[in-house]
């Protein structure tokens, strides 16, 4: 995944996960989404791959919705090795700590699973204690380290989630 960005100074919006919808993404998501992205990471992704990546997986490009606002996204897909990957997620600096993030990895894990995937994938920054205690708390395992990943040369750690875990965390 990509390189992240802190936002410092944004007001944070305290918000019952209740009142949040977890949808499909559809096509006059895509600016807001860009928009979610921008305040995300230094790296973008440009306009055209996240078209091709709706039109590619439409059940696991997933958003968050709150109030008719798109509040998060998640991308993911399944791999014809049938390894799900988590391509990348953010959620808007103004919701975060609301439980968005954990919501939308759970919805596509869950369809992922659904789909077949043997296990979940994704990279993720070193740095980035946030996602990595978010993956960990779902079960998510650290497999390997990845030298230099990211263009700036940062390193990033391969997590990966199998349906054993899963199955024990939804348990537990
Ligand atoms: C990572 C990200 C998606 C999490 O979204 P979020 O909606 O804020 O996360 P949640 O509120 O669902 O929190 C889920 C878990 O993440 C971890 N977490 C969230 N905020 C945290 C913080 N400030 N410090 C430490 N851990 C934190 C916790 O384990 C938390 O579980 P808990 O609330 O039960 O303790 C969000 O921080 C983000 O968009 N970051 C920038 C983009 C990014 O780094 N994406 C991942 C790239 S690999």
Do not use: C
Not at 22 to 37: G, H, N, Q, T, V
Not at 80 to 107: C, F, Q, T, W
């Amino acid at each position: 995944m990509e390189d992240i960005l802190e936002n410092k100074g944004e007001v944070k919006k305290k918000i019952p996960i209740s009142l949040i919808t977890i949808r499909s993404a559809k096509l006059f998501d895509i600016p807001y989404i860009m928009r979610i992205e921008q305040a995300s990471f230094r790296e973008k992704y440009p306009r055209g791959l996240f078209l091709t990546f709706l039109e590619s997986n439409p059940d696991t490009f997933l958003v968050a919705e709150y109030n008719g606002k798109v509040v998060g996204y998640v991308m993911g897909y399944l791999r014809p090795d049938m390894e799900g990957h988590i391509m990348s997620i953010a959620v808007d600096p103004s919701y975060r700590g609301n439980g968005i993030g954990k919501a939308l990895m759970i919805a596509v894990i869950n369809k992922l699973f659904k789909k077949g995937a043997r296990w979940i994938g994704l990279e993720v920054r070193v740095s980035n204690t946030i996602a990595i205690n978010l993956y960990k708390k779902l079960g998510f395992k650290i497999t390997k380290r990845i030298y230099s990943y990211y263009s700036d040369g940062e390193d990033a750690f391969y997590m990966v989630l199998t349906p054993e875990e899963w199955e024990k965390v939804n348990s537990g």
